[in-house]
């Protein structure tokens, strides 16, 4: 019995894989003995096999410092130039020996403009993206108007925008702040071709996600007023039960709107998300797998691990964490104080309704 569990996670780790990197593990290991086979994937073959890595190895030196590897240069976005959406900013890499890039687009929230999120430019394309931050029509677009014009704008950004060329069509990741958050998931839902999600601190109602099947980074603010997490980020992330990778990360003592603003805690787990989904980069899983414990900066993480990679503070492999009881609905503690620490209880896992197992490698949380 513990020789055919063994094999099948084995056989789990393998189904986790991206489709390029098992395909090199087929290709290189038939010679090797049977169990060569089953716990080896060569680094070497792996990395020539992936046509969409870009950069060198990170590190966590180079993965939270203000700027990547790549040198960038910046293109104006004139009002009238894509219909859809008002205007924008495209930042992107200056190199153009390592073919097409990713490419990600960026809402603001309600009320406000593309300065907001303008930082995310810079950060995203130094790293290998290219990035389009917009400005809705209106500052008071909800949701779903939003969601329509960032698509709108990865449609002017692969078809009509001088960097055209730099782009692949079939790499494509959406963000935004607060209902620029929520116009992330409504867009994701619009086209799950995406490859990517990340809602920042999002305020969405009445969306149900069930059919969402975009890999999703929920960000959300234990100190949110405007979007409080229990009503808007927590629902959101238990709701995605068709996404087959998710995580939900709380920022400690942060408002509502810290996620979208510099910070120095959530770039390394934004870059992560997207080279591991966009560009189908495993080197990046390390920064994701194991989940980040609590810190002064994070409150909590909770994530399906992709990969199956080994997990820390939650449930283990084919099990998931219990929703958390906690978030905006709970009362938060005084200024200085450090709530106590309240261990993960895991539970067997069970089927979301009318689909397969949403956590196709391991479920992993992390809560203090």
Request: charged share 20%; hydrophobic share 35%.
């Amino acid at each position: 019995m513990k020789r055919n569990r063994s094999h099948a996670r084995k056989r789990n780790r393998l189904g986790a894989l991206p489709r390029w990197a098992a395909t090199a593990l087929v290709g290189t290991v038939v010679a090797l003995p049977q169990q060569a086979q089953a716990d080896t994937v060569p680094a070497a073959a792996v990395q020539s096999a992936n046509p969409y890595q870009r950069g060198p190895a990170p590190t966590e030196q180079s993965i939270t410092a203000q700027r990547g590897p790549f040198a960038t240069a910046q293109q104006d976005v004139p009002a009238g130039s894509g219909p859809g959406f008002k205007r924008g900013t495209i930042t992107y890499p200056t190199d153009t020996s390592q073919g097409t890039f990713g490419a990600v687009a960026i809402s603001p929230g309600f009320t406000r403009g593309e300065d907001r999120v303008a930082w995310l430019g810079p950060l995203l394309a130094s790293h290998g993206f290219v990035v389009i931050t917009i400005d809705t029509n209106t500052p008071g677009d909800f949701p779903e108007a939003r969601a329509d014009q960032l698509l709108a704008a990865l449609d002017y950004l692969t078809s009509k925008s001088p960097v055209r060329d730099r782009v692949d069509p079939q790499r494509l990741a959406v963000m935004g702040h607060s209902m620029g958050g929520g116009a992330s998931l409504r867009a994701s839902e619009k086209r799950p071709q995406l490859k990517a999600a990340i809602p920042l601190a999002p305020w969405d109602i009445g969306n149900p996600i069930g059919t969402d099947k975009v890999p999703t980074l929920i960000i959300g603010a234990d100190g949110d007023g405007v979007a409080p997490v229990a009503a808007h980020a927590d629902p959101l992330y238990q709701g995605l039960t068709a996404a087959p990778e998710k995580a939900y990360l709380l920022m400690r003592g942060a408002d509502h709107e810290a996620p979208g603003q510099p910070n120095a805690t959530t770039p390394k787990y934004m870059i992560a998300w997207l080279k591991r989904f966009v560009d189908d980069d495993i080197r990046y899983e390390q920064f994701l797998c194991p989940p980040p414990q609590p810190s002064d900066k994070i409150g909590e993480y909770r994530a399906t691990c992709p990969g199956g990679g080994p997990t820390q503070g939650g449930a283990a492999a084919g099990q998931t964490a219990v929703p958390a009881t906690g978030g905006g609905n709970a009362p938060q503690p005084k200024q200085g104080a450090q709530p106590q620490p309240q261990p993960a209880q895991p539970v067997p896992a069970q089927r979301p309704p009318g689909g397969d197992d949403h956590c196709p490698g391991s479920s992993a949380r992390s809560r203090a």
